[in-house]
């Protein structure tokens, strides 16, 4: 019993899957089909986006679904071939190799398993916390920045740019052509789908749903019909994939190992926020080590099937939630139809013009730009504001890879900023009470003897200087002062630098005979002073709180109980 305990924790699927029922499979089928004709033509146009030939799109969206499933702790997360993802490849392996050769093919396979070996570890070793050093701030930067490279990019396979006809004409029957596969799309889009809700016609989510792929069909019969010139996705192997480990010598090795765990974090992010997103919804939880363990897996999958780097999709996962998915056994069923389309509907799928899924890759790409969460990040703190914007001009300058290893820089940087400026408050208490509070928000009482102060931050030595330099201007002001009290309710931990800095600090005042005393400080940062020699270096004591200091230094016992 415990065994199988033990090895249902490390494949979740030995929990859901005994309790399978026909309602849960109705829900699965449903969502699969649904998500299968999303994600078909969405897989060819992001293989072609990161450079690869278009039959690595469907390679990367069978296998990892499978492999997926066994691991997921998600019941609804949906993995597969993303743009981010494959923009990142592109950056990555276009200095190496010729993009569509063979070893360009080889580099993105080997891509994908430095990037599921780096997240399973992450995962096997309960790091998951590692993945938190890039905010969201940094997140929704990189992605609008990504994003609109996306769009640019896209932009001469949408208008036509890369005809090789130099005629005047035929370039603007390619951009006319191309201009209308987007706004067909776009319409078929959310302004269809509120058309549908508003008129009341049955299965009208349903409709707005396939309305992309059945104008894709649509657009498709009629260049096919009309023989209208324009360059087609062209013919791919209808075969499934076979079995091949890439081979990573050292020199492989060195080039991707850092672009493969940038391209593992960011995937991995954007997997988590809709998985826990979707999950809170539904009142389950979600096991962000285990998710590590899942999407690691479906990246060596994909690599072990000559795919490229895959993750959960915003748009994709929420469409299988609201399709009705309640297991990753619909990511199973998706997969199949993946593989059975591939095989029987390949000749179909290569008339599909690039102009139709690059107009696809854009209106994806507009979606990803957030500039609400910048407006709402800058009121809410500058810094956050800076972080996002700094994220994006740095993934435009110097590309996705290094935008967003400049971003978590900036992030962490204006963190070491933010916690080495802490709120200092000079508190007194509300008449009446047992409460203290910062003396230029509320009327309170002090006494002129004693400076209470609260510390809003913890002490390292990045801060120390800072609050060393405070308390003396404080001190300056208050030339009657006996007492010091420092109030540490806030402060979770201090090192050993910061209380270096305070054993100083006592120093300097005990010519003006004022002594340090300590309120309100947590046991674990008390545990860390009773091991140090510091502590004894106070002049003063420690308090449990700031009220029994303040009657203790005064003097004055106050009882406030009812």
């Not at 990045?462 to 540490?488: C, F, R």
């Not at 054993?503 to 091991?531: C, F, T, W, Y």
């Not at 009220?547 to 004055?556: I, K």
Request: glycine share 6%.
């Amino acid at each position: 019993m415990k065994a199988t305990q033990a090895l249902a924790k490390f494949f979740p699927i030995l929990h859901w899957l005994p309790l399978y029922k026909k309602r849960t499979f109705a829900g699965d089928l449903s969502a699969s089909l649904i998500v299968a004709a999303l994600l078909i033509p969405q897989s060819l146009a992001y293989a072609l986006l990161a450079g690869l030939p278009a039959q690595a799109g469907i390679y990367a969206s069978i296998l990892p679904l499978i492999i997926y499933a066994f691991f997921a702790s998600s019941m609804v997360q949906s993995v597969g071939p993303m743009a981010i993802s494959a923009v990142m490849t592109a950056s990555t392996l276009a200095p190496l190799a010729l993009a569509g050769s063979a070893e360009y093919s080889a580099l993105a396979a080997s891509l994908a398993l430095l990037s599921g070996l780096f997240l399973a570890a992450l995962g096997f070793m309960q790091l998951g916390f590692v993945t938190q050093f890039l905010s969201h701030p940094v997140i929704n930067g990189f992605t609008s920045g990504a994003a609109i490279l996306i769009i640019v990019g896209q932009a001469p396979f949408l208008l036509g740019v890369q005809s090789n006809t130099p005629q005047l004409f035929p370039q603007l029957q390619h951009a006319m052509f191309g201009l209308s596969c987007l706004s067909l799309l776009w319409l078929a889009g959310s302004p269809l789908s509120k058309l549908l809700h508003h008129n009341k016609i049955p299965y009208a989510s349903l409709i707005a749903k396939l309305s992309p792929l059945l104008l894709m069909l649509m657009v498709t019969g009629i260049v096919y019909t009309l023989d209208i010139k324009t360059r087609l996705i062209g013919a791919f192997p209808a075969t499934l994939p076979t079995i091949i480990w890439p081979a990573i010598s050292l020199n492989t090795l060195s080039q991707l190992w850092l672009p493969a765990i940038t391209i593992s974090l960011a995937g991995f992010l954007q997997s988590i926020t809709i998985a826990q997103s979707l999950a809170l919804k539904a009142r389950r939880n979600i096991d962000s080590n285990q998710e590590l363990i899942g999407l690691g897996a479906a990246n060596i999958a994909a690599a072990a099937s000559a795919g490229f780097p895959v993750s959960g999709g915003f748009s994709r996962t929420a469409v299988n939630a609201a399709s009705g998915a309640n297991t990753p056994m619909a990511g199973v069923m998706t997969a199949t139809w993946i593989a059975l389309a591939a095989h029987w509907l390949g000749d179909y799928l290569a008339l599909l013009p690039q102009a139709l899924l690059a107009a696809t890759i854009i209106l994806v790409a507009i979606r990803l730009i957030d500039f609400n969460f910048l407006a709402r990040s800058w009121r809410y703190d500058w810094r956050d504001g800076a972080a996002f914007i700094s994220t994006a001009l740095a993934v435009l300058i110097f590309g996705p890879m290094q935008g967003i290893v400049a971003g978590a820089g900036v992030s962490i940087l204006l963190f070491l900023y933010r916690s080495s400026q802490p709120h200092i408050a000079i508190v007194g208490r509300i008449a009446g009470t047992e409460h203290f509070r910062n003396i230029h928000r509320f009327t309170t009482q002090t006494d002129p003897r004693i400076v209470a102060v609260r510390i809003d931050e913890s002490l390292y030595f990045g801060n120390s200087a800072k609050i060393q330099a405070e308390l003396i201007h404080i001190l300056a002001q208050t030339p009657a002062t006996e007492h010091l009290l420092l109030i540490l309710s806030a402060v979770n931990s201090i090192d050993y630098s910061a209380m270096e800095t305070i054993s100083l600090l006592q120093e300097n005042l005990r010519a003006r005979q004022i002594k340090i005393h300590l309120a309100e400080v947590k046991g674990p940062v008390m545990d860390h002073l009773r091991r140090s020699e510091k502590l004894s270096t106070l002049d003063g004591e420690v308090f449990l709180s700031t009220h029994s200091a303040m009657q203790a230094l005064s003097g004055v016992k106050e009882d406030f109980s009812i």
